[in-house]
């Protein structure tokens, strides 16, 4: 294919368009709104890097509806939450003990330690997600990460992310540690919602019922125990799907986690 009346700036433009035109079409992440808080929330400029008498890098309270930007970190205490949306709709839940910035101009975040749920609306493609020494790459995708000192583990609810050269998908978990292992397993999309925090402590976020929606294909599959006619390999992988409607078929009737559950307030399961 020529181009022979572009000049080579507007030539370079036009390729990466066609080669991903839902990238190219995705806006850059520009602000977060913070749209929940629970507890101890601060916000700390890390442009300019304030360091109290005791060694300590300062704070300041935040605030609901406070605008964050790039020289934003938001930072959770102990039995803290928060959750910020951004001018693109993309949703970031954090739990507790966890550090969270963006880049201004560019579509990528950085989870520097604890836990963060992310829902990325479809077509959002170019998104990427620094979780510790691992990078995930996602387009529209409903993901949870926790970084811990010697792994990072990431489960997806929906969609598929690719992570250390692995593309994984809705129902499963990822495990990438340090020294280089990878270990890949099923889990439940329900039994995580049931009971992880960033869903059970989130009930009252304005963002529930939009996160909840992006996973009724999933979990309505996982229900009805069957996949859905047609079904779209970006959001569900059959294999998995049906591994997991398995495991759930096999289990006790008493110990089987609901698929539509009423949250309860707890922090067990797989992240605080």
């Known amino acids: 294919m020529r181009f022979p009346y572009l000049s080579s700036a507007l030539l370079a433009l036009v390729l990466a368009i066609l080669a991903d035109p839902l990238q190219a079409a995705a806006p850059s992440l520009q602000s977060a709104t913070l749209t929940f808080i629970q507890k101890d929330v601060s916000i700390a400029d890390i442009d300019v890097v304030q360091v109290s008498s005791?060694?300590?890098?300062?704070r300041r309270k935040a605030n609901l509806q406070d605008a964050i930007n790039k020289n934003n970190a938001v930072i959770t205490?102990?039995?803290?939450?928060?959750?910020?949306?951004f001018?693109?709709?993309s949703i970031a839940r954090l739990g507790q003990l966890t550090s969270f910035t963006f880049t201004?101009?560019?579509?990528?975040?950085?989870?520097k330690q604890g836990s963060g749920l992310f829902q990325i609306p479809k077509g959002m493609g170019g998104t990427k997600i620094q979780a510790g020494p691992v990078t995930a790459a996602i387009t529209g995708t409903t993901l949870l990460l926790q970084v811990f000192a010697d792994r990072v583990i990431l489960y997806v609810y929906e969609g598929s992310v690719d992570a250390a050269d692995k593309t994984i998908k809705a129902g499963q978990v990822i495990t990438i540690f340090n020294d280089g292992r990878i270990e890949i397993s099923s889990f439940d999309p329900?039994?995580?919602i049931a009971t992880a925090a960033l869903f059970t402590?989130?009930?009252d976020a304005p963002s529930q019922k939009e996160l909840m929606d992006a996973l009724k294909e999933v979990l309505t599959a996982i229900e009805r125990g069957e996949v859905p006619p047609n079904n779209n390999n970006d959001v569900i992988d059959v294999a998995v799907l049906n591994e997991i409607i398995?495991?759930?078929?096999?289990?006790p009737a008493q110990t089987r986690i609901p698929t539509f559950p009423t949250p309860a307030p707890t922090d067990s399961h797989h992240t605080t």
């Open 54 to 58: 005791n060694g300590q890098v300062q």
């Open 104 to 111: 201004q101009g560019t579509r990528d975040m950085n989870l």
């Open 190 to 192: 329900a039994k995580g």
């Open 77 to 85: 205490g102990e039995k803290s939450r928060a959750e910020l949306r």
């Open 201 to 203: 402590k989130f009930v």
């Open 246 to 251: 398995r495991v759930r078929r096999d289990a």
């Open 87 to 89: 001018n693109d709709g």
